[in-house]
């Protein structure tokens, strides 16, 4: 009779902690699951940010023209801009 009350016992105190970790489980899964996860609102979309990249580089290529050609290279800045500056430079590769 004593080893069957041993028995018992240890069946008992594993039963005991099988449920302690069950317990733990849930827990765990009750914090995690309850907690707020951060989510990230884009103040703008990817497609914005990408088109705004490519604009401010167009803009910055066009003042650097601007910049170069009238500053470094004495002319007028909006001459720069103009299609027939380019025209005259192909010409003149091309020896025209």
Same mark, same amino acid.
């Given at each position: 009779?004593?080893?069957?009350?041993?028995?018992?016992?240890? &069946? &008992?105190?594993?039963?005991?902690?099988? &449920?302690?970790?069950? &317990?733990?489980?849930?827990?765990?899964?009750?914090?995690?699951?309850?907690?707020?996860?951060?989510?990230?609102?884009?103040?703008?979309?990817?497609?914005?940010?990408?088109?705004?990249?490519?604009?401010?580089?167009?803009?910055?290529?066009?003042?650097?023209?601007?910049?170069?050609?009238?500053?470094?290279?004495?002319?007028?800045?909006?001459?720069?801009?103009?299609?027939?500056?380019?025209?005259?430079?192909?010409?003149?590769?091309?020896?025209?």
């Amino acid at each position: 009779m004593t080893e069957e009350s041993k028995i018992s016992a240890r &069946q &008992q105190r594993r039963l005991e902690k099988e &449920q302690e970790k069950e &317990q733990e489980k849930v827990h765990e899964q009750a914090t995690s699951t309850g907690t707020t996860k951060w989510v990230q609102i884009r103040m703008f979309p990817i497609w914005l940010r990408i088109l705004l990249v490519i604009l401010f580089i167009a803009g910055a290529a066009m003042a650097g023209l601007m910049i170069g050609y009238g500053v470094l290279g004495d002319g007028e800045p909006m001459d720069a801009l103009k299609w027939d500056t380019y025209q005259h430079m192909i010409d003149i590769k091309d020896g025209k």
